[in-house]
């Protein structure tokens, strides 16, 4: 048998390359938090940073996995490699969405230019909603020219994965009021491409002069928001998506804002990364250390105050 060193370095070569089978077996490994599966990460991150990386959003079943299929078929026709990271929410209904998304995805899984993932953003064992960001990583290193992220556009996640996209495409469908007035709230960050999805639909119209609406109210310099109407089920759009989507792209590289983009989303990255880290050792602490106990009997026998306790537990965290 080879020695755990040189499988590892093995993996990474393979997975270097563009095997297929290697990149499933590593984000296994980072799915199920094997340490080997970090190492792995740490290895083949100088290789990351050439895919790009597009965040697709929106409520529930607008159409974004029948779009990013679609997305998939007309980047393997210009023979750019892809592939597509679906996160879950954590919700009881995951594997019925998962059996859906698979089934429309189908038609891909036997092109090796083509690697489909579901992931959990979130297990029981914690930790999952990093895997995910582990595995966009992963993707990049195997040298994917497009890496497609979906996630369902409510909650938040630990480590948000949209946040590592250089593109956000929000996917709407004729209806969606509640995302209209999410956006205008500022309570949804504004997108770099809004798609108008299911535009067979009669008001389709009325969406887009709504979006529009809410997009005067932003900034007018710099990226112009553009809203496409597309009918994922038939294809229709997809071009005008994927060209806005390289507009995107091109915008943010000339104007040396991907850089910029990178940095934050990094940073956010390493923060959120940290902070996970950082709470699940505090409540660790808070379930085995008898002491946390003690300082716990006291905010509950009112002797202390809740952030007086709070500070006193991150005293001990530093020390
Ligand atoms: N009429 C119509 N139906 C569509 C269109 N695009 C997708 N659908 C249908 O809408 C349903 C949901 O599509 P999905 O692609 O699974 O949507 P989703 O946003 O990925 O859904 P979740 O991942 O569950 O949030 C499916 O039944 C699709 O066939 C479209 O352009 N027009
Ligand atoms: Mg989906």
């Known amino acids: 048998m080879p020695a755990p060193g040189r499988t590892a370095a ?8 563009g095997d ?22 740490r290895e083949v991150y100088p290789k990351t940073g050439r895919a790009s990386m597009v965040g697709f959003t929106g409520p529930p079943g607008v159409g974004k996995s029948t779009l990013i299929g679609r997305l998939v078929e007309h980047a393997r026709a210009r023979e750019r490699e892809v592939a597509v990271l679906s996160i879950d929410p954590s919700s009881p209904f995951t594997h019925g969405a998962l059996l859906g998304d698979r089934i429309r ?44 992220l979906e996630t369902v556009g409510v909650g938040q996640a630990e480590v948000d994965i949209i946040d590592h996209a250089d ?13 209209i007035q999410a956006l205008k709230a500022g309570v949804m960050e504004i997108p770099d491409v809004i798609a108008v999805n299911k535009a067979d639909h009669p008001l389709t119209d009325t969406m887009v002069r709504e979006i529009r609406g809410v997009l005067s109210l932003g900034p007018q310099e710099g990226w112009r928001v553009p809203i ?8 229709e759009g997809v071009d005008e998506l994927a060209e806005k989507m390289g507009e995107h792209r091109e915008f943010i590289d000339s104007e040396g804002k991907l850089a910029e983009r990178r940095r934050r989303n990094l940073m956010n990255e390493v923060v959120a990364l940290a902070a996970g880290r950082l709470r699940r050792r505090l409540e660790a602490q ?3 250390d008898p002491s946390v106990q003690e300082l716990l009997d006291e905010v509950v026998s009112r002797r202390l105050d809740p952030a007086s306790a709070a500070a006193k537990l991150l005293e001990r965290e530093g020390g």
């Open 10 to 17: 093995d993996l990474a070569e393979r997975l270097l390359a």
């Open 105 to 148: 995805l189908t038609d891909h899984f036997l092109d090796p230019g083509v690697y489909i993932r579901s992931m959990a953003s979130r297990g029981s064992l914690g930790g999952l909603s990093e895997a995910t960001l582990q595995a966009a990583l992963l993707m990049d290193a195997s040298g994917k020219d497009d890496v497609f």
């Open 20 to 41: 297929k089978r290697a990149l499933a077996r590593a984000i296994s490994l980072v799915e199920n938090d094997d340490p080997e599966g970090w190492a792995l990460v």
């Open 167 to 179: 593109t956000v495409v929000l996917v709407l469908m004729p209806g969606s009021g509640d995302s």
């Open 228 to 235: 496409i109407k597309t009918e994922a089920s038939r294809g």
């Open 286 to 288: 808070v379930r085995d």
